[in-house]
């Protein structure tokens, strides 16, 4: 169900803009990251990207699944495959997302913890105002968990 994609990433951007809706965003950490595809009868419905921080840290820069798959289980199991996947090789896994009524309580039910704020981040790093479960993103809230 879940696949490494390592060749022509850009073929997943409709999925990844779900998750963080700039293009150039994305593409900011795409080519370093680790892309994995979560499909469905030969059609891709969920994707996240992790990268290699160092200091035994693994970010999730993007976790997203397409609207018709959402409310399954999916994202959760996508997240679970993510701290997976870090494990052998980091001690935690940080996550930054917006402060939404959508996400926050996803990760803190999943056992992440709040960890520190980058103020301002998507009015700085965005060219149009982002809203999320009605809610326009300002600052960047990051989460982390524990691997070991």
Same mark, same amino acid.
């Given at each position: ?15 990844? !803009? ?11 950490? &795409?080519?370093?990251?680790? &892309?994995?595809?979560?499909?469905? #009868? ?17 970010? !999730?820069?993007?976790?997203? %699944? ?14 679970? *495959? =993510? ?9 935690? &896994? ?20 709040? =960890?520190?704020?980058?103020? #301002?981040?998507? %009015? ?6 982002? *809203?999320?479960?009605? %809610? ?13």
């Amino acid at each position: 169900m879940i696949k490494a994609v390592t060749d022509n990433k850009e073929q997943y951007m409709d999925l990844l !803009l779900i998750g963080d809706e700039q293009e150039d965003m994305v593409r900011r950490y &795409l080519d370093r990251g680790d &892309l994995f595809v979560w499909e469905e #009868n030969s059609e891709a419905v969920a994707v996240c990207v992790i990268t290699r921080e160092g200091d035994g840290v693994c970010e !999730l820069k993007n976790i997203a %699944v397409s609207p018709g798959y959402q409310r399954k289980g999916i994202g959760r199991k996508m997240l679970r *495959f =993510a701290e997976e996947y870090c494990r052998s090789f980091a001690d935690k &896994l940080i996550l930054g997302t917006g402060d939404s009524p959508l996400t926050v309580p996803f990760y803190e039910k999943c056992g992440y913890s709040r =960890a520190h704020t980058v103020k #301002n981040f998507f %009015v700085d790093n965005y060219d149009h105002p982002i *809203f999320e479960g009605g %809610v326009r993103l300002v600052d960047m809230i990051y989460y982390e968990k524990e691997l070991r």
